[in-house]
């Protein structure tokens, strides 16, 4: 991204970037992300933590961006307010770049021993990290462990890259360019407010049929394509219903959450929704058959066969899609064999303008994900990436079709 287009891109609006600095040798590159915001008429607050001041001086960033740099949790403040408080108050998002294995755990339990980390954790605005570390460190598992709580958490993390790192192994760990930074955060404004007053109404989860009080029939899905969809609605401005099958999930901070069991309490509980929304994405992994009769005691074991007559569920999405005066209706197609023909052949069974194609064998259970989303333009390939990554170009594409 050349400086000029930054420029084009937030020039209208005055946006407030927080750039918290960790100790790390990539906080040199820092100081061209403060410098390319700043020409963008970005305000830019700094605020370093004491091994950060190790690499790069708070007075080469005050330099560029024309504010004081804080650095200290109880630095003296004449006004009597608390910095770590207001900081957050005054900014549209905060970037922690580079942000060191330290920090990342320090994020990932609430620890709250510094300035940066205590004002991440009383913000009321987004936060970004861009991780830099060794590629050993990356591929930690207590690491990756953290990362995916920060995920479920609503964070976003951009990169990092691979590539050679300063102390001169080859991997994982490299923190992306300044230009690669400044991007991701003129996308999160540009993403805003994409679906600004448009109601979404999400299914995630599987369902969950009962044979009889204590056993049923389910799947494997965890719901989390469904939740980091419901979760990248949100970011996106819009007002969102998720209704969720049985999942281990904590859900997102959605306008409403509803808790169903089976294929037609979900069903019953969209219907419900449906009248007043924009959007339905169908991503829950809804049971294609039910038991014709479930028992009201425990079925016994015995020595001999146990027959079940399973009778069809009803198509959740079919039935939306093609009811009269339907919403833009998003399916999910999870196939083991021949994925582009299945999910075409269901895109136009069901009449839906979008189709969204994975391989179950690849995508369920998993955190991350590769998505095919068929439309009438075609494919487009959106290659494998963290869920919540995939979920917010999901989002980017479905506003594509409410554009004046």
Same mark, same amino acid.
């Given at each position: ?69 804080? %650095? +200290? &949790?109880? /630095? ?10 207001? =900081?957050?108050?005054?900014?549209? @998002? *905060? ?83 300044? %230009? +690669? &930074?400044? /991007? ?10 994409? =679906?600004?007053?448009?109601?979404? @109404? *999400? ?202």
């Amino acid at each position: 991204m050349h400086e000029s287009s930054s420029h084009h891109s937030l020039r209208n609006e005055e946006k407030r970037v927080l750039l918290g600095i960790t100790g790390g040798i990539a906080a040199y590159k820092v100081a061209e992300l403060a410098h390319t915001l700043s020409q963008s008429a970005v305000t830019v607050q700094t605020v370093m933590t004491r091994s950060a001041c190790q690499f790069i001086t708070p007075l080469t960033f005050q330099s560029l961006t024309g504010n004081p740099v804080h %650095t +200290e &949790l109880w /630095e003296s403040n004449a006004s009597g307010s608390m910095t770590h408080i207001n =900081l957050s108050r005054e900014v549209d @998002v *905060i970037m922690v770049a580079p942000a060191s294995a330290d920090f990342i755990a320090k994020l990932a339990h609430g620890i709250a021993d510094d300035l940066l980390s205590t004002l991440c954790l009383a913000r009321n605005c987004p936060l970004m990290i861009a991780p830099a570390m060794n590629r050993q460190m990356w591929e930690n598992p207590a690491t990756q462990r953290n990362l995916a709580m920060l995920r479920s958490d609503g964070i976003r993390i951009v990169g990092p890259a691979n590539g050679i790192q300063a102390c001169g192994e080859v991997g994982m760990g490299r923190m992306v360019e300044p %230009t +690669e &930074l400044a /991007e991701a955060i003129i996308t999160f404004w540009q993403n805003k407010h994409l =679906l600004i007053n448009k109601k979404i @109404v *999400i299914t995630a989860g599987p369902t969950f049929e009962a044979i009889d009080p204590v056993r049923g029939l389910t799947n494997k899905s965890s719901g989390k394509m469904g939740y980091a969809i419901a979760q990248a609605a949100v970011e996106a401005g819009a007002n969102v219903t998720l209704v969720s099958g049985p999942t281990d999930l904590t859900p997102p901070a959605v306008d409403k959450f509803v808790a169903v069991i089976s294929a037609n309490e979900m069903l019953t509980a969209v219907q419900y929704e449906i009248p007043s929304t924009d959007v339905f994405i169908g991503v829950a992994a809804v049971a294609d058959y039910r038991v014709a009769t479930m028992s009201a005691q425990k079925i016994k074991k015995t020595n001999h066969n146990l027959t079940l007559e399973l009778t069809p569920n009803p198509d959740i999405l079919m039935t939306i899609a093609t009811a009269s005066d339907p919403p833009f209706c998003v399916g999910f197609a999870a196939e083991t064999e021949n994925l582009l023909e299945n999910a075409q052949a269901k895109r136009i069974k069901k009449r839906l303008p979008l189709m969204v194609a994975n391989w179950a064998q690849n995508a369920i259970g998993s955190d991350d994900n590769e998505l095919i989303l068929l439309d009438d333009q075609g494919e487009h390939i959106l290659p494998r990436a963290p869920k919540l990554e995939q979920a917010r170009h999901l989002i980017q594409h479905i506003s594509t079709f409410f554009k004046p």
